[in-house]
């Protein structure tokens, strides 16, 4: 499925974002969406998940900071970041489970958008 992201910027520390990830086919045929940064010389890490039946999961490191969420009307799901931080600064992957098969996934990934916290 093509996903688009956008809502990416510069803010200062502590401010807010708000990213939102478009899918191209409705959100009732794809498993999960999740949300993935990638720091500047460091691995691709998750940041949240939702599943198709809502449930969420979260990095530690943005518990209660982040929150996902999904709009089946405009088949998107959306990041909001608060209380962001310098080491929040990544390039944000926007990313679909496609199931296939029992037990058979596809993942999907959307292009990055960069998030810059200044201190």
């Known amino acids: 499925v093509q996903l688009q992201a956008s809502g990416g910027g510069l803010v200062q520390a502590g401010g807010s974002l708000r990213l939102s990830c478009a899918a191209a086919?409705?959100?009732?045929?794809?498993?999960?969406m999740g949300w993935y940064r990638q720091a500047l010389g460091k691995q691709r890490e998750l940041v949240a998940t939702?599943?198709?039946?809502?449930?969420?999961n979260y990095a530690d490191s943005v518990k209660g900071r982040f929150t996902i969420s999904r709009d089946y009307a405009k088949n998107t799901v959306s990041l909001q970041m608060n209380s962001l931080k310098p080491e929040d600064t990544a390039v944000y992957l926007c990313?679909?489970?496609?199931?296939?098969?029992?037990?058979?996934?596809?993942?999907?990934w959307g292009q990055g958008t960069q998030v810059t916290v200044s201190s």
């Open positions: 086919k409705s959100l009732f045929t794809i498993n999960a």
């Open positions: 990313n679909a489970e496609i199931k296939l098969a029992l037990g058979v996934f596809r993942y999907d």
């Open positions: 939702i599943t198709s039946g809502g449930v969420t």
